[in-house]
């Protein structure tokens, strides 16, 4: 069993920053590959950033490129996501979400390959 607990979430201006964490905890947390996921109301549910087992192999969805950076602490078992030059689009609930074993080295970007989810929190960026 994994449970993943996200905090960080909140309404911040348009401009602002946040910091959502994802603490991870069960089986071990090397063995996750990770990933931030986002979904606003009527709109599908999309990776915005996902990070290796190794974390040295990032992905990040283009709206979100230079402006978020997703990071894992090997020691606190936690995944961070910082999110800066925030805009009214980025307004979702965001998950954190773990995929299981595979390749140390590539990140996941599909839904459906993660078996462990966060209860989500909500970001709302106010223009």
């Known amino acids: 069993q994994v449970q993943l607990v996200e905090s960080g979430g909140g309404l911040v201006q348009a401009g602002g920053s946040l910091r959502l964490s994802c603490a991870h905890s069960?089986?071990?947390?090397?063995?996750?590959?990770m990933g931030w996921f986002r979904q606003a109301p009527g709109k599908e549910r999309e990776c915005v950033a996902a990070?290796?087992?190794?974390?040295?192999?990032?992905y990040y969805v283009d709206s979100v490129k230079g402006r978020f950076t997703i990071s894992r602490d090997k020691a606190m078992n936690t995944v961070s996501l910082q999110m800066n030059s925030l805009k009214p689009e980025d307004t979702a609930v965001y998950y954190c979400?773990?995929?299981?074993?595979?390749?140390?080295?590539?990140?996941?970007?599909?839904?459906?390959?993660?078996?462990?989810w966060g209860q989500g929190t909500q970001v709302t960026v106010s223009s």
């Open positions: 979400a773990g995929a299981y074993g595979g390749s140390f080295y590539t990140t996941v970007r599909a839904s459906d390959e993660y078996g462990s």
């Open positions: 069960g089986r071990p947390f090397s063995m996750y590959a």
């Open positions: 990070i290796s087992r190794s974390g040295g192999n990032i």
